[in-house]
């Protein structure tokens, strides 16, 4: 993932004074400088929290002129003399690793959308948040899986779908134990993976979020298929699972579905729904 290294033409730490360090950042373009600028994430605040200082002790100056933003903050440790450049190499680290998402692809991201992280293995806190970070950054396909129990149908959005053996064939849903209608999958033990299109984008909304059960599917067109469960017409695939295992870990439970039935669209689909980094998308491949 693109940092501030990537975009700036200076990206340095500096000594100013003994307990002093003065951080440059200076980018190539005006255009850079301004999408940057104008995202408001460049800040005291970040800075304080990416070096561990209080934020009444950060000193942040923009210039526009020269393309670059200055901040001079504390440090703990005395290093080497005034004028020094790169003497505290633990201010430079992180400095350089501010993550950067330009607008490379389709997704409604700003163009200079800037994230910081600073996850920790000795803090469980900050070692989740990093880790949310990071699976975020982890494009997905998006499904909505379905069921049928008692006459009700059931539905949930889904990004975390894998192929699991092609012989025989079957798959692995991870689903938030909590979910309306996680009970619904035990209980029926069958259950329709609908791979989505990019056109399906206020589909996988509205199977997100409340109402739940049978209301869900107002959106979109459904049918009840061989096996008795809701297929979602247009979709990239309709795959009918029947559960053959389940596994349980922290919030969440992996439900191994044997596959029984595939549809496929019947000619090329429409681009797949993708997810990635909060944001629905669509994919397109690279040129030869």
């Not at 998402?101 to 997704?107: D, K, T």
């Not at 949930?156 to 309306?180: G, I, K, Q, W, Y």
């Not at 579905?257 to 909060?278: F, N, R, W």
Request: glycine fraction near 6%; hydrophobic fraction near 40%.
């Amino acid at each position: 993932m693109p940092a501030v290294k990537d975009f700036a033409s200076v990206c340095r730490s500096k000594n100013a004074g003994p307990f002093m360090v003065t951080l440059d950042i200076v980018f190539e373009t005006d255009d850079i400088y301004d999408r940057v600028a104008e995202t408001g994430v460049l800040k005291p605040e970040l800075f304080a929290r990416l070096y561990s200082v209080p934020v009444t002790q950060v000193q942040f100056t923009p210039y526009r002129a020269a393309r670059a933003f200055k901040i001079t903050l504390p440090r703990m440790i005395s290093s080497g003399d005034t004028g020094d450049t790169d003497v505290y190499g633990a201010q430079q680290t992180p400095l350089c690793w501010i993550s950067i998402y330009p607008l490379m692809w389709s997704f409604a991201m700003s163009e200079a959308d800037i994230r910081v992280h600073r996850g920790s293995s000795h803090d469980p806190e900050q070692l989740q948040s990093a880790f949310r970070q990071a699976m975020r950054r982890l494009a997905g396909g998006v499904a909505v899986v379905s069921t049928m129990h008692d006459d009700v149908r059931h539905g949930m959005t889904v990004t975390a779908v894998t192929s699991l053996t092609m012989d025989p064939p079957a798959l692995a849903v991870s689903v938030n134990r909590h979910a309306s209608a996680f009970e619904a999958f035990i209980r029926r033990k069958r259950f329709c993976v609908n791979l989505l299109t990019h056109q399906h984008t206020n589909l996988a909304v509205a199977f997100s979020r409340k109402p739940d059960g049978d209301a869900r599917f107002a959106s979109g067109e459904w049918r009840i298929n061989d096996a008795g469960l809701p297929s979602l017409e247009g979709s990239v695939a309709s795959i009918t699972c029947r559960l053959h295992d389940l596994a349980e870990f922290g919030t969440h439970a992996i439900l191994i579905g044997a596959v029984e039935h595939l549809e496929l669209a019947p000619q090329q689909p429409t681009a797949p729904l993708i997810y990635l980094s909060g944001q629905f998308g669509r994919f397109w491949p690279l040129s030869a």
